[in-house]
């Protein structure tokens, strides 16, 4: 049996994501791996920085910014965050060769970003010969030293942009694999098929109009209460679901709020593959998990996109304006009315949800197959 190590950290909530999403897809394959997770905050606590100054680990402080919105200058502390990162390159290199030196691993793959030039050092040291694989969870790399760095291991593409840099950097066409997306969790190519008329009337919405979902991530987003009320005052005939995920006082300003359009409220909820099949289009921050799940489940986006975006997220707003599957704003508070009238409008939205059905990501049920090659390789 082939033993695997998959190597995620909870900054953000994504990489979690991917490696659970990509754990279940492998179980569900019957594959002859042994295949662990391995949170990599845990191996690195006792030199993390930010907690011994502060009492929270570097990756609380990293979602704490984000519930906050306190991302403005995100792109001038990315340096600095990397600075950091180089000073202890020594002491997680040998944390990290501690930790793998007993160990028996046919493959590491990294879901995550920043450390993996420590990972491929230490992996040198402890699994000599043992192959590294690196998968982007963003649509594309943010260099210097973010996802892709100059070290001979394997990368892991979901777009034609992140192939290109990973290339242009010198990594070998043999050692670089393009996949169709971002990696979703298997629910949204199982979600269930919906009445629209009964089950928006069940939420206490308008079975004939328009449906925006509203949705900024596990924590929600304050952002969604101004949409929501300029969406509510401008005329536009649409109505709102509102995902506002683990955030009870979002929720309940939402439901307090005077609105002349139906708002159906949701706290965290699983069934977020439903509640798309009962939308028209997507409304939240242009992360790629979001636009990815959006867009596999047939919706058109609007995302926003400024100097408060997170650096490695702006591409994602040109990638949607590129392939067409929606709006990138500069400005959520001065036009997400105008973007929501063109969302509304019949012919308009016909040709977004024309782009958003070109793009088919089946990348979850790609990457194992590409996995079980790079061993093949090496076997």
Known sequence: MKALELVFFDAGGGHRSAANALSEVVRSQDRAWDLRLMNLQERLDEIDLFRKI??????????????????????????????????????QVDLLTRYWKDRQLSLVVSVIPNFNRAMFDAMKRALPGTPMVTILTDIADYPPHFWIERQPQYLICGSKRAYEQAISMGHSPERVFLTSGMILNPRFYEAPEVDLQRDRAALGLDPSLPTALLMFGGAGSTKMLSIAQRLGQSGVSLQIIAVCGRNPKLATALRGMPSRIPIHVEEFTRDVPRFMRLSDFFIGKPGPGSISEAVTMGLPVIVECNAWTLPQERYNAQWVEETGVGIAVRSFRNQIVDAARRMVDPCQRVAFQSHVRSIANRAVFEIPDILEDIMQRHS
Do not use: C, F
């Open 54 to 91: 502060t009492g929270l680990r570097m990756e609380d402080i990293y979602n704490l910014i984000l519930r906050r919105g306190w991302t403005l200058g995100s792109t001038q502390a990315l340096p600095l965050m990397h600075a950091v990162i180089r000073l202890y390159h020594k002491a």
